[in-house]
């Protein structure tokens, strides 16, 4: 018959993300495939497997064929080779389907080819999330099995352009090879932002016999993310923003109080950061040494001169540190970075973290912690810790020529086998807390507990279809005398309050009068998030002991400012020490006084001529 031998091969392919088994004639064949996924506007997809596989030897022949398939749902599952339609044999496991085929045609001899197809349905593929539409596509899990593998993926043009394409792609072509494909296989994200709605709680104890002041961590607008607070319930005292960019809700507690508070709102997810420069000081402090960042531990700093780089450093860890999901239910504790060297096989987040901002900061590149919701459909590839509201954790470096924080996420790059988390995230990290100046505080929504309350669900995060309406506002109070006294200063606060949804960028004011002086002033405001307020001390002079008037001043917002040029008449009334009411009043409190002096006077008299 030509050749020496001939067998049925049953050669069983795993494709997308699971480990091959074959058998020993395997070797005997080369594969080559070109999937096409075809995506409609519903998400629904279509996918189309031409494969070939050729003979390297003359000895064996492929009866038949299997693949897994790791998808979670497949329908119409069809099959063909040259001589006809093959009914396949689909059987569901836990990783997926198995398609079974019996080929048609026997294709024998040393270079025969025998090609085949295979066509199913699938809703996994391409999925809208909220206001995104992300595409995943699995990997191979021995890419070497095959000569060639091209996937082509063909999306509706309702889907417009993609926000980022992973892996990258130059041209940004939806054809990617054997080697784009990896074993990480590829992600597509489609949509301009994404938009979540929270709804936030904190339990709040005073166990203290006296009262103490406390804060809490709202969610933050970042270079990432702007965040629209529209309701705080009970009020907070004031809402601050510290050196890391943190929201901190300020509240006073009675001895042995308890209070629980609610928080809503939205959260405007970006993809590109915007800049955000940093001072020399800033840098300095961004590279210290913190607990659980050992930047002077001697490994450490070898590895970090050794790596260098941000890139280097994430792939590092990324190789390094392995998963441990038993640690997310044993919630034991957190390691460090130098530790988790040490145990480089038990690492959460936590420990892929600190690992990525130790190295960085030994290196000299800033880099801080970030907690807060990361939304997944996945969470053994991309895993969150949602036992106690215990969310997720990663790094961010700061980038010197963008000048901008950058966030990665080590964690997913490693679970996924290989996903870029680094060169573009997604939209999918929302931050509620920032631990740069201190690697322990402040403590992000979700671990806030009572004792009793421990495994309490206090964070809900979903998708939002609109941003709040009212977004930036504000309002001016002043507190100054109802009347006051020409000739001596006259002293009094202004009050910038907060009264948006939105964070309310460094204001400049000026205050102009007509009457007093100094005739201009400036006053410059933080960044005051919403519920929050500023006060500033302001004096103000007549220029005569004797003005009497009905004045006041001007307050107005710079032209370019948030607020428009928005201007704020406020009211004062000055007069002469006289006609004032301590003036008036001194004057009758005297005259009582002469009379009383007077009448004391004559009674003295009258006794002593009596």
């Known amino acids: 018959m030509g050749f020496k031998k001939l067998f049925s091969l049953l050669f069983i392919l795993t494709l997308f993300l699971f480990l ?5 004639a395997a070797a005997s064949f080369t594969t080559d495939y070109h999937v096409t996924y075809s995506i409609k506007d519903s998400g629904q997809t279509h996918a189309q497997l031409t494969g070939t596989l050729t003979n390297t030897t003359s000895e064996y022949y492929a009866s038949s064929y299997k693949m897994q398939l790791g998808f979670d749902e497949i329908t119409n599952v069809k099959a063909s080779d040259p001589d006809g339609i093959i009914i396949p044999t689909v059987t569901r496991n836990e990783d997926g389907y198995i398609i079974g085929l019996t080929f048609n045609k026997r294709s024998v001899g040393l270079g025969s080819k025998l090609p085949f197809s295979i066509s199913f349905d699938t809703p996994t593929i391409a999925r809208q999330f909220g206001k995104i539409w992300e595409i995943n596509i699995p990997g191979i ?3 070497g ?9 063909a999306v509706p043009a309702s889907f417009g352009k993609p926000a980022y394409i992973k892996p990258a792609q130059a041209t940004k072509s939806l054809t990617f090879t054997k080697e784009q494909l990896g074993k990480s296989g590829i992600s597509i994200a489609f949509g301009e932002e994404q938009l979540y709605s929270f709804h936030l709680l904190y339990h709040l104890h005073n166990e203290n016999v006296y009262p103490i002041r406390t804060e809490i961590a709202l969610p933050p607008t970042t270079n990432y993310q702007e965040v629209y607070v529209t309701n705080i319930t009970p009020k907070p005292i004031n809402v601050t923003r510290d050196a890391d960019g943190n929201w901190l809700a300020q509240y006073r507690l009675l001895p042995a109080q308890k209070l629980d508070v609610s928080v809503e709102g939205t959260s405007q997810m970006r993809l590109v950061p915007k800049q955000q420069p940093l001072s020399d000081a800033e840098f300095a402090d961004y590279t210290k040494e913190q607990p659980y960042w050992q930047t002077k531990s001697s490994t450490i700093k070898a590895l970090a001169k ?11 860890v990324v190789k390094t540190l392995i998963y441990d999901f038993s640690r997310v239910t044993d919630d034991k ?4 970075a130098e530790d988790a060297l040490k145990n480089p096989n038990s690492a959460v987040c936590r420990e892929f973290t600190d690992l990525f901002i130790a190295l960085a900061r030994s290196a000299g590149i800033p880099a801080r912690e970030v907690d807060g919701f990361a939304y997944t459909e996945n969470s053994k590839q991309r895993p969150i810790a949602l036992i106690r509201d215990i969310l997720h954790a990663w790094p961010e470096y700061y980038d010197k020529e963008k000048q901008t924080w950058v966030m990665v996420d080590p964690t997913w790059g490693s679970t996924t086998g290989g996903v870029d988390y680094f060169n573009v995230l997604d939209f999918d990290h929302f931050a509620f807390a920032i631990k740069g100046t201190d690697s322990d505080y402040p403590i992000p929504a979700g671990g806030y507990k009572y004792l009793d309350g421990k495994d309490s669900k206090d964070v809900r995060v979903g998708f939002a279809e609109a941003l709040p309406s009212s977004t930036i506002d504000a309002g001016i109070s002043t507190s100054f ?3 006051s006294i020409a000739g001596i200063p006259i002293a009094g606060k202004i009050t910038l309050k907060n009264t948006g949804t939105q964070e309310l960028t460094p204001q400049q004011l000026t205050i102009t009068s007509d009457i007093l002086t100094p005739a201009s002033q400036m006053l410059t405001s933080n960044t005051i998030p919403p519920f929050g307020f500023q006060t500033w001390d302001v004096t103000f002079h007549t220029a005569s002991l004797l003005t009497k008037a009905d004045t006041g001043f001007t307050i107005r917002f710079a032209p370019e400012s948030q607020l428009g040029g928005r201007a704020v008449e406020k009211l004062l009334k000055v007069a002469p020490f006289f006609l004032t009411p301590w003036g008036i ?3 009758i409190l005297g005259i009582l006084a002469i009379v009383l002096l007077i009448f004391a006077f004559k009674i003295r008299r009258l006794r002593i001529f009596k």
């Not at 091959?20 to 020993?24: A, E, M, V």
């Not at 260098?308 to 994430?314: D, L």
């Not at 504790?333 to 460090?336: F, H």
């Open 481 to 483: 005398p109802g009347v």
């Open 20 to 24: 091959p088994q074959t058998t020993f």
């Open 141 to 143: 899990a021995n890419p």
């Open 145 to 153: 099995d095959f000569t060639s593998f091209i996937v082509t993926v």
């Open 333 to 336: 504790s957190r390691l460090g």
């Open 306 to 316: 050794e790596l260098k780089t941000p890139q280097a450093i994430y792939d590092y």
């Open 585 to 587: 009043g001194g004057i």
